[in-house]
């Protein structure tokens, strides 16, 4: 990515898009309102956001490049951005016009509300952009009621109620964000258990070769990008399809892996720490007492 276009305020976007700014911290974009007249792909690469940017996509003909990698953003999904997140352009169908709509948000605007307190709940705003939230006809008609309300006080003069109101209705637009990813996870269940399946294989192999004595232990993120997944799209699904965090799920194999390990006589407990990839073999001790309720000696001696 070469020409990357700073997106550092809620009216560098607007403005980028016709649209009038109503507010300095929040603006949304109907692209449907938007002169589209000559409509030609953009001179520059993609976009750096310094703000929260919700793009709802319902139109085909564009792609996107995020994280590296290609994502067909199709009609009716809609892609969560974080600040510091970046947004590349992929290829352009010739008749190409946006339609959708789009949501800026400042971090400014959440200064002292709850919904500040909140923002690392909506972990969707970390996922890859082919991890999409894929809208059935009724949540989207749910999302374009709250869309229409923002806008709605973005229109009014600015009064004592219109921070508390605009909040309140982005709060609960992520909200049913959240229940909608719930559902989505549940309906697409079958490619969810292959990935699940691809990962207990990935654990196997890892602790079945020289890896954990050469680079350590595994991370949540080193599975997540074998699966060609965000980490935290992976860590939810994870959490979703088996009750534990992903980090649980791979202590859980380690502790399972040293179990056997243990009653290797010829194994210190030492040894057999620096084999599963721990630095420190007091580490390995405390967390295998935590697991399992006895010191690596300990359940030697019992069992």
């Not at 692209?31 to 953009?42: A, I, L, Q, R």
């Not at 909140?118 to 709250?146: C, G, P, V, W």
């Not at 965000?230 to 979703?240: E, I, M, P, Q």
Request: aromatic share 14%.
């Amino acid at each position: 990515m070469q020409n990357i276009l700073e997106i550092n305020t809620v009216a560098d976007y607007l403005k980028l898009r016709n649209s009038r700014v109503l507010h300095p911290l929040v603006g949304i974009v109907d692209f449907n309102n938007v002169d589209k007249s000559g409509y030609t792909k953009p001179e520059y690469d993609g976009f750096h956001f310094k703000c929260f940017a919700i793009f709802l996509k319902d139109a085909e003909g564009c792609k996107l490049k995020y994280g590296g990698k290609d994502y067909d953003y199709d009609e009716g999904t809609l892609v969560f951005m974080a600040p510091g997140q970046n947004v590349e352009f992929g290829d352009y169908d010739p008749d190409y016009k946006p339609k959708g709509y789009a949501m800026i948000i400042h971090p400014d605007l959440l200064l002292g509300t709850d919904l500040a307190r909140k923002m690392n709940q909506y972990s969707f705003f970390s996922y890859a952009s082919h991890e999409a939230l894929h809208l059935s006809a009724k949540e989207r008609t749910i999302l374009l009621s709250l869309i229409d309300k923002i806008q709605y006080e973005l229109e009014q003069n600015l009064d004592k109620h219109s921070k508390k109101l605009i909040v309140a209705n982005i709060e609960l637009f992520l909200d049913y964000c959240l229940r909608f990813y719930d559902r989505q996870f549940l309906t697409r269940e079958v490619a969810h258990q292959s990935s699940l399946e691809n990962f207990e294989t990935l654990l196997n192999e890892y602790f079945n070769s020289e890896k954990p004595r050469k680079h350590g232990l595994p991370s949540v993120g080193y599975f997540a990008e074998h699966l060609h997944l965000s980490a935290n799209y992976f860590g939810d699904l994870v959490k979703k399809e088996t009750g534990y965090s992903a980090q649980e799920y791979i202590q859980n194999k380690l502790i399972d892996v040293a179990k056997e390990k243990v009653f290797d006589p010829n194994k210190t407990v030492s040894e057999i720490a620096y084999e599963l990839g721990f630095k420190y073999p007091q580490h390995f001790s405390r967390l295998f007492k935590q697991k399992v309720g006895h010191s690596p000696n300990e359940f030697r001696q019992v069992n």
